[in-house]
Each structure stands twice: as C-alpha cells, then as structure tokens.
C-alpha cells in the first residue's frame, strides 16, 4: 500500500515562498508519475504540475508556469513543489498523487492518479 504524506504548507504573504514536501511510502517514488494538485474553496481539483519516471520531462499549467517547480529526491522517496512569488489566488490545499505501472506522458487529470496525500493548506494573504 502506497501512502503519501505532503507537509511545509503554512500562512504567507504575498510574494512569499514555500516549498512542500511530499514523501511516499510503501513503494519508491522512482517508478512513478507524481503530480501536484491544488483546491480552492468551491472549485475542482487543479492540475499544476507533474513529474515522469525519467524526471526530465514536468508539465506546468499556465496559472503556475514561471513561479512553481518541481523535483524530486529518489533517494529519499520524496517530491518537492517549490513555490515562489505567491499570489492570494494561490490560496488553496495542496495534494500529490501519483500512479504507479505507466509510461505514459504526465496525466492531468485527478481521475488519472490513484494515490493521493491528504493536503496541505496553503493561505496567501494580500
């Protein structure tokens, strides 16, 4: 069983950065596709960004793109999303999910991924 805890969520300012953490157990993260999503009050589950088995290839979505990078530390079955330049819109909880046993290029949508972790808030004040 596959387990994702993500953490370094908090409340910033705007303009400010965060890094979060994702750390998986259970199966190493290196066989995986593992994406970052956000999800503000009201709204569906977004996209931001993903991350393939060869770690070279991420996909960013435009509300992002610029601002937010991520890597990941295989050695210790960790995925970070960097964040900087925060916006209030930014506000949301964050999830990472990943799936295992494909090769495919990075899925966007949540239905796509079967792990997830249980979030972590992030609050942007203006």
């Known amino acids: 069983q596959v387990q994702l805890v993500e953490s370094g969520g908090g409340s910033v300012q705007a303009g400010d950065s965060l890094r979060l953490s994702c750390s998986a157990s259970g199966r190493t993260i290196s066989t995986a596709i593992i994406g970052w999503f956000r999800q503000a009050p009201g709204s569906e589950r977004e996209f931001l960004v993903g991350i393939n088995q060869r770690r070279i290839s991420t996909y960013i979505t435009d509300s992002v793109k610029g601002r937010f990078t991520m890597s990941r530390d295989n050695a210790k079955n960790t995925v970070y999303l960097q964040m900087s330049g925060l916006l209030f819109e930014d506000t949301a909880v964050y999830y990472c999910?990943?799936?295992?046993?494909?090769?495919?290029?990075?899925?966007?949508?949540?239905?796509?991924?079967?792990?997830w972790g249980q979030g972590t808030q992030v609050t942007v004040s203006s």
């Open positions: 999910a990943a799936r295992y046993d494909f090769y495919g290029p990075v899925p966007t949508s949540p239905r796509d991924y079967v792990y």
